[in-house]
């Protein structure tokens, strides 16, 4: 809890941390480990779920998962900005769920922000990524049911997401800049503060655009969802008043 891991390095995996089983990682800071597989950070949880809390990756690099290789975890209130691998440039993650967090100008050769198999994302503000082949934002990779609700994907270079197996994909009450069909879907300029703070403004049609049901209680910033009649889609909640 409250660590910062800066420039380490490891053969295998896991640059900052390698955790086998439960845990529970809360308010770390991870920038510049290197790792081949998970920058900062490798997970193998074997049934048991681990969990990254309020902590930001920045500037971490591998070849699978820049970030973190992850299975079985959860990642809440978390920040991932700028970096890279060649698989997976934020995120290697297999059963995972990802919510009320920031995946930002993250690099891949597939899947700049993540690639993921079996996920869901809630509440995620996914923006300014980048993929050399395919899935600037996110990369399906295997079978395995992907669920977003609540969530921007805006910003990212051409062919935000890709999946290899588009039935298993689906994408509610988010905006997306590469439209998916569904009636609770918009694909409009979310109008964050600027290109480096992801908070909406008050014109934003991301406001009261989402949807109630298993909507986390608190945004990134801790601000109380909703605050408005709907919650908001992505990670930072319009604070009205």
Known sequence: MNCTFTHNSSTYGGGALAV??????????????????????????????????NCTFSDNTANTGGACDLWDCLITRSIFLNNSASLGGGIYGVNVQLENSVLAYNYGHLGGGLVAQDANLMNCTVVHNEATFGGAALYHNEPGFCQIINSIFWFNGNNSIHSNFPSEVMLTYSNCEDFWSGVTNISENPLFISDIDFHLTLDSPCIDSGTHQNAPGQDLDGVFRPQGGSPDIGAYEFPFG
């Open 20 to 53: 086998r089983g439960a845990c529970d990682i809360n308010g770390c800071v991870f920038q510049g480990n290197f790792a081949d597989n998970g920058g900062a950070l490798i997970s193998r949880s074997y049934g048991e779920t681990a969990t990254v809390q």
